[in-house]
């Protein structure tokens, strides 16, 4: 039966990761997320159920739209793999189970909030603002995380994210963060504690400037060069949900 389920989840994980593509297109251009039906964005032509089926559609088409013959976008196949691999995981850390849910729901949130971000270089306040207190209320009631945990998770993310941009600005007299990661951090440490914002601001600065230091160098640019933050901001939260209470128990919150 453990199987079955490990097998129905990641299934079911790809599938949530198809409407995740979705998202990713429609939310930023304020366009209906369900209307009108998938279709290529090259010929506008609209997706048959079967070419529809995620990740096997792409394998069978070899990467092109059946009508135009134009390339389809590696982003949707990772998007999908991407997406049923965390659904296995959480799935696997979390069992059947509330926990299970909301951590999923929060996950796949982060997932648009990146390939938005690393398209576009914004985090769509459509996403943020409405994930604050629906992230608040699931920690509270669903992920043993206190209220007042919560609470200063929310205030601390935010509040030290504005700080840092503030500075940086006052210093470097142009804008180094946007409003984006502020009210993303705040959403994050709404769902996580507040104890999570010590391990998700090192991990995301770490990552940050390992990418963004070779990125710049790949490409021969200068420290001006803007690398989006929301991306390493969304993977140190993941990783904080498999093994960032044992990293900040360990190292920092031990009895």
Not at 9 to 34: D, M, W, Y
Not at 209 to 226: E, F, H, L, N, R
Request: with cysteine; aromatic share 16%; charged share 15%.
């Amino acid at each position: 039966m453990s199987v079955f389920f490990d097998i129905f989840f990641t299934i079911a994980g790809a599938a949530v990761g198809s409407f995740l593509n979705v998202l990713i297109c429609r939310i930023p251009e304020g366009k209906s997320v369900v209307y009108p039906s998938s279709h290529c964005p090259k010929c506008t032509h609209s997706i048959r159920f079967y070419d529809n089926i995620p990740l096997i559609s792409y394998l069978v088409l070899r990467g092109r739209c059946r009508d135009c013959h134009e390339k389809i976008s590696l982003r949707y196949p990772l998007v999908e793999a991407l997406t049923a691999l965390m659904s296995f995981l959480l799935f696997w850390k979390f069992g059947l189970s509330m926990k299970y849910l909301f951590s999923f729901v929060f996950t796949a949130t982060l997932i648009v909030i990146t390939f938005i971000d690393l398209d576009l270089q914004i985090i769509p306040d459509v996403i943020t603002l409405p994930g604050i207190p629906l992230f608040f209320l699931a920690a509270v009631f669903f992920m043993d995380v206190k209220v007042m945990e919560a609470l200063l998770g929310l205030l601390i993310g935010g509040g030290c994210l504005f700080a840092i941009a503030f500075v940086y600005e006052l210093i470097t007299k142009r804008e180094g963060m946007g409003g984006g990661d502020i009210k993303l951090l705040a959403m994050m440490g709404a769902f996580l504690g507040w104890k999570s914002l010590f391990f998700i601001l090192f991990a995301s600065s770490l990552l940050g400037a390992v990418v963004g230091i070779s990125t710049m160098i790949a490409k021969g640019k200068d420290m001006k060069y803007a690398v989006p933050f929301g991306p390493f901001l969304s993977a140190a939260a993941v990783a904080h949900l498999f093994v960032g209470v044992d990293v900040m128990e360990y190292f920092f919150f031990r009895s």
